[in-house]
């Protein structure tokens, strides 16, 4: 099975930055496409950004297109999301999540297969 363990939230003012890592264990990591997703209060779960198995194509959210920056790291099973410019409405759970060999798009939540626990990022305005 693969475990996620997402680190790196916390409270930071608009316009501030912080990073998210991802830690995965197993071997699906190396073979699969990798997602970001977050989750405000009382809202469903949401797309952010998704990196493909080589980190050569990665897509975003319109709401976090170049403020946000996902990348991986192979050799250490981990993926990142940088995130820049913070905006109160960033305000959410964030989760990573290792994407299905059946999806299409990846921009959806039933085309991932496991998720962490999430991670809270807070910002304040």
């Known amino acids: 099975q693969v475990q996620l363990v997402e680190s790196g939230g916390g409270l930071v003012q608009a316009g501030g930055s912080l990073r998210l890592s991802c830690a995965a264990s197993g071997r699906t990591f190396s073979r699969s496409a990798m997602g970001w997703f977050r989750q405000a209060p009382g809202k469903e779960r949401e797309f952010a950004a998704l990196i493909s198995l080589s980190g050569a194509i990665t897509a975003y959210a319109d709401s976090v297109k170049g403020r946000f920056t996902i990348s991986r790291d192979n050799a250490k099973n981990t993926v990142y999301l940088q995130m820049n410019s913070l905006k109160p409405e960033d305000t959410g759970v964030y989760y990573c999540?290792?994407?299905?060999?059946?999806?299409?798009?990846?921009?959806?939540?039933?085309?991932?297969?496991?998720w962490g626990q999430g991670t809270q990022v807070t910002v304040s305005s």
């Open positions: 999540a290792v994407a299905s060999d059946r999806g299409r798009t990846w921009r959806n939540v039933d085309e991932y297969d496991y």
